[in-house]
């Protein structure tokens, strides 16, 4: 008798076990449910990684009930990026926020070291991380100039953003994580205490493959979502139905986005500027507007061979080459959708979070807004 009991008991578990998973709803991506964005394929992972050479890694900081943050890297290739730096550019839609070396990139064109994003208070701290990182590599012992590229969003309201708890070591392990292929998203690293369109935001990524007989060219998009508006899905509503948006219920319009553009595509700073620039469109078709205290920054960089800048070289010249002008309207619209699709990846993989004072931002309510999608027939 004892042993039906036992058996019985170790069944209603089983079965309690079973009822409790069926219940977890797993995040998912715009794409997996079914909300398409614009014209253009994904590539493989749809994610900045399909870039070739490009990584990504993060370090979430959750610590006790007060710190919710972290820190994200992006690697143009996985070499000494000081020796070998890439051609970058930086497009500022409205600058309430801190891109530590950003003029640097206007002046010289170049990115040197990896970037890295983290909160407003801690960009500091991370790029004095970076420094360090670059200097133990090989061949850089005796650099007396380093330019870190670090971006930011303020995650006040959800982490004790005084604590500045992003360390050196958590850039360090961030640094040795960063990998190819599939990119966590939502709540992770810089994006564990951002809030988006009053909404729980986070990191988010996607991708763009231009067709064989445009070069078969790649865009790769990584956002930090943290800012406020007027929430649209492929031109649904959303927001507006949701009765969560700027002028309702205290949704702010304040906050940022940072946005890292990859392409394989062979280009010019100048024009790396100019895809950096339609990114915001991308960011506008969601439902953003860049308010007067919102960080709305880009940050694109290519990996194409032509794009290499040799530190040591002992040429006096470069020898270019670069998409025509007339080549750059699909890339455009590569990065405009990427970007889009980025943003909303950020939304449906976040999750809820409890932090700094007990605040808490929920997910974005993922049934309804497929409800909302299938009324305005974005979807079927």
């Known amino acids: 008798m ?61 610590q006790n009930e007060d710190v919710r943050t972290g820190v994200t890297v992006i690697l143009p290739h996985s070499g000494n990026i000081f ?9 500022v839609a409205n600058g309430f926020g801190k891109l530590i070396g950003s003029t640097q990139i206007e002046e010289l064109g170049v990115i040197e070291t990896p970037i890295a994003l983290t909160n407003t208070l801690n960009v500091f701290n991370v790029a004095n991380a970076l420094i360090d990182f670059t200097l ?3 061949g850089n012992e005796n650099l007396g100039s380093i330019n870190p590229v670090v971006g930011e969003t303020n995650d006040g309201y959800l982490n004790n953003i005084q604590k500045r708890s992003v360390t050196s070591e958590h850039v360090f392990e961030a640094l040795a994580k960063a990998d190819s292929g599939v990119v966590l998203e939502g709540s992770v690293g810089a994006g564990t205490g951002t809030t988006c369109f009053g909404f729980k935001g986070g990191i988010g990524t996607s991708s763009r493959v231009l067709p064989k007989s445009k070069g078969s060219y790649t865009v790769g998009v990584l956002v930090q979502t943290n800012f406020g508006g007027i929430l649209e899905i492929n031109g649904a509503p959303v927001g507006r139905e949701l009765g969560k948006y700027y002028m309702k219920n205290d949704v702010s319009p304040d906050g940022s986005c940072m946005i890292v553009v990859a392409t394989d595509a062979p280009l010019s700073n100048r024009n790396l500027r100019r895809l950096a620039k339609r990114a915001i469109l991308g960011l506008a078709k969601t439902g953003g507007f860049c308010s007067n205290g919102s960080g709305d920054y880009v940050i694109a960089f290519s990996t194409h061979p032509a794009c290499r800048v040799s530190y040591r070289s002992s040429k006096t010249t470069l020898q270019i080459e670069e998409l ?33 004072k007990k605040h808490q931002i929920q997910k974005i309510p993922v ?14």
């Open 83 to 91: 020796q070998d730096k890439v051609k970058a550019a930086v497009y």
């Open 324 to 356: 025509r002008n007339s080549e750059m309207s699909l890339l455009f619209l590569a990065v405009v959708e990427a970007t889009q699709e980025a943003i909303y990846n950020s939304l449906f993989m976040a999750t809820d979070v409890t932090g700094f």
């Open 2 to 62: 004892k042993k039906h009991k036992q058996t019985d008991f170790v069944f209603l578990i089983i079965i309690l076990l079973l009822l409790a998973f069926a219940n977890v709803h797993p995040q998912k991506r715009s794409r997996d449910l079914n909300i398409k964005v614009g014209i253009l394929e994904p590539g493989k992972y749809n994610a900045i990684t399909d870039v070739n050479g490009v990584l990504v890694g993060h370090r979430t900081v959750n």
């Open 136 to 138: 133990k590599q090989k």
């Open 367 to 380: 049934d309804e807004v497929v409800k909302i999608s299938k009324k305005y027939k974005v979807i079927n």
